[in-house]
């Protein structure tokens, strides 16, 4: 279990500048980012002890942070 956020500077580290300019001009990427970070907050907090749920739910909130991360990663990649 992994105690480190994956905020999307990380997971894309050669995209951190295309990532600001597309929050700034693309508002369906965005929003995207956007629940991308809530629920990877929240998985943090989860795996940090900080808040507790059911396995089913961390698991169904992770699941819900990889589909995010997919679709962004479209916007990204060339």
Known sequence: MSHVPHELAEEFP???EKI???KLS??????LA???HEVNREIHR????IETTSDAYTEEQKKKRLALKDELAAFLTP
Do not use: P, W
């Open 34 to 36: 956007d629940a991308y």
């Open 20 to 22: 600001h300019e597309l």
């Open 46 to 49: 989860i795996e940090a002890e």
């Open 26 to 31: 693309d508002a369906r990427f965005a929003r």
């Open 14 to 16: 050669d995209a951190a």
